[in-house]
C-alpha cells in the first residue's frame, strides 16, 4: 500500500490555466504538507496543514491555494499558471506527537508550464 | 548566509568506501533532525531522524548531530551502487517549517 499517494504524476499544460493536485495519506498522520522542487534541486515548503487547519502559508503567489477536506488529503489548486511554476510538487505528511516530526513525501507531480 | 548549507557534490567514491555527507545550519533553534535519500524522479525517502545531539546508527548509516558546532552528519558503510542519489538534509525548531538543505548527489561507483 501507498502510504503518500499523488495524482496525477505528470502534468502539461498552457500558461493561464487552472489546475489540481491531490494527495493522499493512509498512515493516519494529522500533518499534511506541500513542497516545490524546483530545478536545482531546491526543495521549499509551501504550505502546512494540521488537523485541516492552514498552519504554515509560505510567501506563495495567492494563485496557490491549498484545500484539506480532511485529515487524510490535501489538495493543491494552482490558477492562472505561469511559465515559473513548472517545477515538481511533493506532497508530505508526518504526525506530531512528543518527540516525533518524521515526514513522509509522496512521489511527486511533475509540473510543465507551456 | 543561507539557513542551511550542504555541499551540492556530486561525489563520487569506489564501491565499499565510506561516506561522510554533511550539513552546516545558522539557526540555533533547530533541534529536530533528518536525512532523505533521493532517487532521480522519486519522491524523498526518509533514511535517519535525530532529536537534538548525539549519533543514530542504523544498519551501514549512521547520523550524528553536534549542535555546539550547528553540523550534523550522516556516514554511509560499505557504500553501494544503489546508494547513489541525492542526499538532503532537513531540520527545524520545532514548529511545522521544515527547512532542507539543497542536497548531495552521491554516485557509488561498481
Known amino acids: 500500500d501507498t502510504a503518500v499517494s499523488q495524482t496525477p504524476k505528470y502534468l502539461v499544460t498552457q500558461m493561464g490555466n487552472d489546475k489540481s493536485i491531490k494527495c493522499e495519506q493512509n498512515?493516519?498522520?494529522?500533518?499534511m504538507y506541500w513542497y516545490k522542487q524546483d530545478s536545482k534541486k531546491f526543495l521549499k515548503i509551501m504550505f502546512s496543514?494540521?488537523?485541516?487547519?492552514?498552519?504554515i502559508n509560505e510567501t506563495v503567489p495567492n494563485r496557490f491555494s491549498p484545500k484539506s477536506p480532511d485529515k487524510a488529503h490535501l489538495n493543491l489548486h494552482i490558477n492562472s499558471l505561469e511559465l515559473g511554476d513548472s517545477a515538481v510538487y511533493f506532497c508530505?505528511?508526518?504526525?506530531?506527537?512528543?518527540?516525533?516530526?518524521?515526514?513522509?513525501f509522496g512521489p511527486g507531480t511533475r509540473l510543465t508550464v507551456t | 548566509q543561507k539557513e542551511v548549507e550542504q555541499d551540492p557534490g556530486p561525489l563520487s567514491v569506489p564501491e565499499g568506501a565510506i561516506v561522510s555527507l554533511n550539513c552546516t545550519y545558522s539557526?540555533?533553534?533547530?533541534?529536530?533532525f533528518m536525512w532523505y535519500r533521493q532517487y532521480s524522479r522519486k519522491g524523498p525517502e526518509l533514511l535517519m531522524y535525530?532529536?537534538?545531539?548525539g549519533n543514530k546508527e542504523d544498519g551501514r548509516f549512521t547520523a550524528q548531530v553536534d549542535k555546539s558546532s550547528k553540523y550534523i552528519s550522516l556516514f554511509i558503510r560499505d557504500s553501494q551502487p544503489s546508494d547513489s542519489a541525492t542526499y538532503l538534509c532537513?531540520?527545524?525548531?520545532?514548529?511545522?517549517?521544515?527547512?532542507f538543505g539543497p542536497g548531495t548527489r552521491l554516485s557509488v561507483l561498481p
Open positions: 508530505a505528511s508526518s504526525q506530531w506527537q512528543g518527540t516525533s516530526r518524521e515526514q513522509y
Open positions: 498512515l493516519g498522520h494529522d500533518t
Open positions: 496543514y494540521n488537523n485541516k487547519e492552514l498552519i
Open positions: 539557526n540555533s533553534a533547530f533541534q529536530y
Open positions: 535525530t532529536y537534538s545531539s
Open positions: 532537513a531540520m527545524s525548531g520545532g514548529g511545522q517549517n521544515f527547512v
